[in-house]
Nanobody
Framework: QVQLVESGGGLVQAGGSLRLSCAASGRTFSRYVMGWFRQAPGKEREFVATINWSASNTYYRDSVKGRFTISRDNAKNTVTLQMNNLKPEDTAVYRC?????????????????WGQGTQVTVSS
């Protein structure tokens, strides 16, 4: 069983920054594709970013490119999402997810494990 716990959410003004962290359990963390998804009130869950096991490849949704950076530290079993220049439309519950190797990482259905989520609120 893999457990994921997010932290780092909060309230920030537009243009500010937040750093989300996801702590993962399990001895095989380094072999998982990791991703971040978000869901705002009244909207469906949407893909934010993903990173492969070696951190050699990352992928972001268009609206966060240049503002968000996903990274991982396999030795510490953590994945992070650095969010800069936040906008009100970034307001959502952000969830960390883990899935097996050899997947795209961009689809929620691909992931096997999910964190409980952390609230990010960006005021205008």
């Amino acid at each position: 069983q893999v457990q994921l716990v997010e932290s780092g959410g909060g309230l920030v003004q537009a243009g500010g920054s937040l750093r989300l962290s996801c702590a993962a359990s399990g001895r095989t963390f380094s072999r998982y594709v990791m991703g971040w998804f978000r869901q705002a009130p009244g909207k469906e869950r949407e893909f934010v970013a993903t990173i492969n096991w070696s951190a050699s490849n990352t992928y972001y949704r268009d609206s966060v490119k240049g503002r968000f950076t996903i990274s991982r530290d396999n030795a510490k079993n953590t994945v992070t999402l650095q969010m800069n220049n936040l906008k009100p439309e970034d307001t959502a519950v952000y969830r960390c997810a883990a899935g097996p190797m050899y997947m795209s990482g961009a689809y929620a259905s691909e992931y096997d494990y999910w964190g409980q989520g952390t609230q990010v609120t960006v005021s205008s």
